[in-house]
Nanobody
Framework: VQLQASGGGLVQAGGSLRLSCVDSRRTFARHDMAWFRQAPGKEREFVAIIRWSGGSTYYADNVKGRFTISRDNAGDTCFLQMNSLKPEDTAVYYC???????????????????WGQGTLVTVSS
């Protein structure tokens, strides 16, 4: 396993969760990292991305201002801090990594080469 996601769980609406994605490779610092999610019966959707070069971030409109993506290159870990959670945030959340040393030019899941196993987030109303 190269990407290991964790931190999901059951939380009430308005609550917070912090997801973690640990990368077992030695090249974490040179990969764009992203979070995606897939709700039951829906297609996978992009949530957030953080660049390996410069650390800039970009969010989907429906999580902007509530979610924060960050990375700890020393610890080979990517985080997703989720605040003000809503029932519509319920989904399996996946972390993904782009190709080493390359900028991922878009938000399609097909642009990412490595995927974690997913962690379930359930937000109750």
């Amino acid at each position: 396993v190269q990407l290991q996601a964790s931190g999901g769980g059951l939380v009430q609406a308005g609550g917070s969760l912090r997801l973690s994605c640990v990368d077992s490779r030695r090249t974490f610092a040179r990969h764009d990292m992203a979070w995606f999610r897939q709700a039951p019966g829906k297609e996978r959707e992009f949530v957030a991305i953080i660049r390996w070069s410069g650390g800039s971030t970009y969010y989907a409109d429906n999580v902007k201002g509530r979610f924060t993506i960050s990375r700890d290159n020393a610890g080979d870990t990517c985080f997703l801090q989720m605040n003000s959670l809503k029932p519509e945030d319920t989904a399996v959340y996946y972390c993904a990594a782009g190709r080493e040393g390359r900028i991922v030019a878009g938000t399609s899941g097909r642009l990412f080469d490595y995927w974690g196993q997913g962690t379930l987030v359930t937000v109750s109303s």
